[in-house]
T-cell receptor, first 115, second 112 residues
Framework: AQSVTQLDSQVPVFEEAPVELRCNYS??????LFWYVQYPNQGLQLLLK??????LVKGINGFEAEFNKSQTSFHLRKPSVHISDTAEYFC?????????????FGTGTKLQVIP | NAGVTQTPKFQVLKTGQSMTLQCAQD?????MYWYRQDPGMGLRLIYY???????DKGEVPNGYNVSRLNKREFSLRLESAAPSQTSVYFC???????????FGSGTRLTVV
């Protein structure tokens, strides 16, 4: 069975500093990996995804993530955060199962950007 | 382009009451999903519909039923609400496993 672990429930970081949000997964088959962002009182929005190919993927709002198969990780990074990046971030792993997309979400990491 | 539309946005129910949460998407997606979000637990799948005319249970289906009315609409029904169903409910849709989900803005449900 697939699972996703987000190691940090909250990450405070000063504005313009770099940030890394950690995600580890487990799965017995090939997977697709996603990061979503949730702003207060809104639904989740897709930030980026890894399907195959280059292990470094770029997403919206200057975020990027690196897929590491040997460490089963998919950490999210941004070199310089802004106040507007304050939100909750969810890592998700997807595998195809019987023609549908079986997705497991992590428990989320709240990014707090400090002015 | 509205994406995924959920109604209502907020609802308060008394224990034992019933209600239906509505979800509609205008992107011609085949798959639709209902999740609940609770603090510290991430998102948990209640039911999904891989295509029009099919529905299946997810991780936490007890106390819920669903209807895939047509390709656009996927409703979630609580027959007899319980305080444990107090949560934020999200509907999502997807064209396939490579694309990720498009989420609605959620329904915040309180059962008292």
């Amino acid at each position: 069975a697939q699972s996703v672990t987000q190691l940090d429930s909250q990450v405070p970081v000063f504005e313009e500093a770099p940030v890394e949000l950690r995600c580890n997964y487990s799965s017995s088959v090939s997977v697709y990996l996603f990061w979503y962002v949730q702003y207060p009182n809104q639904g989740l929005q897709l930030l980026l995804k890894y399907l195959s190919g280059s292990t470094l993927v770029k997403g919206i709002n200057g975020f990027e993530a690196e897929f590491n198969k040997s460490q089963t990780s998919f950490h999210l990074r941004k070199p310089s955060v802004h106040i507007s990046d304050t939100a909750e971030y969810f890592c998700a792993v997807s595998e195809e199962s019987g023609g549908y997309q079986k997705v497991t979400f992590g428990t989320g990491t709240k990014l707090q950007v400090i002015p | 382009n509205a994406g995924v539309t959920q109604t209502p946005k907020f609802q308060v129910l008394k224990t034992g009451q019933s209600m239906t949460l509505q979800c509609a998407q205008d992107m011609n997606h085949n798959s639709m999903y209902w999740y609940r979000q609770d603090p510290g637990m991430g998102l948990r799948l209640i039911y999904y519909s891989a295509s029009e005319g099919t529905t299946d249970k997810g991780e936490v289906p007890n106390g819920y039923n669903v209807s895939r009315l047509n390709k656009r609409e996927f409703s979630l029904r609580l027959e007899s609400a319980a305080p444990s169903q107090t949560s934020v409910y999200f509907c999502a849709s997807s064209p396939g496993p490579y694309y990720g989900y498009t989420f609605g803005s959620g329904t915040r449900l309180t059962v008292v």
